[in-house]
């Protein structure tokens, strides 16, 4: 099954649902409906899985007094509906106490395929996903399909250079992902701290909250790092050069088993003997 094929029914029916403004009175085929709040699955393969409280408070007493003014989406599944769109909301009614909410019921069938790639298109085109969120699903999307970054930027209508940056932060840690999701770094502070190991991840992350530092401050302090590990890298392998240089010229020079180790040269010797050998060459 392609990509992106088959979603055409759902999209355009959401769409055309919303364009009309549907509602009880002129729902001549039954497509808008009250359902209760128990009645309806989550999506299981829904990729966000950050929700903000604080946002959902708001959404939550603006649903209390003003009503729901976008229905979500649901698909009839016989004993109960599938959420296909609208998880904020549907959460905001739980919060705000509500028995019911008012749903439009997709009249299409749908398999789980379609219904992960569904979840994961819309939320990416609603842009309602932060950063690792997103990288994940971009992530799942190319490893179901087998598709390249390219097939997925015309998919998602992403450019290929922001898809494949963004899939650059599942490389960083823990902790570095969960200060972004947590809204404090940028992605662009993120981004910056690929390539370096989660202890020097931690460092950065912990210097740009404590400081509040710019992502150009944070990208000078981290070319800096990179360029005094490049000297230092450099320096242990002149040394490294060095060292080997001088075990190539002594293993033709001397009958014993010499090794270079740490900027030690090893010299072995089976016995008394040939350590008095030895000390008679040097004199």
Known sequence: MALGKGLGAILDEIGQAYENEITFENSSAGQVKEIEL???????????????????????ESIKRYGLLQPIVVIDKGESYLLVA????????????????????????????????????ENIQREDLNAIELAHSYDELIKVYKITHNDLSEVVSKSRSQITNTLRLLALSEYVQSNLIAGEISQGHAKILVGFNDEEQKALVDTIIAQKLSVRETELIAKSKKDLASNHKSSKKREFDFMRKQEDNLVGKL?????????????????????????SMLD
């Open 38 to 60: 128990h009645e309806i699955t989550p999506n299981p393969y829904q990729p966000r899985k950050h929700f903000d409280e604080e946002a959902l408070v708001e959404l939550s």
């Open 255 to 279: 009958p014993f088993p010499i090794k270079v180790k740490n900027n030690t040269l090893e010299i072995k010797f089976k016995n008394k003997k040939e350590v008095e050998r030895f000390l």
């Open 86 to 121: 609208g998880e904020r909301r549907l959460r905001a009614h739980q919060l705000a106490g509500l028995e019911t909410i008012v749903a439009i019921v997709a009249d299409v069938a749908i398999d789980e395929a379609k219904l992960r790639e569904l979840a994961l298109i």
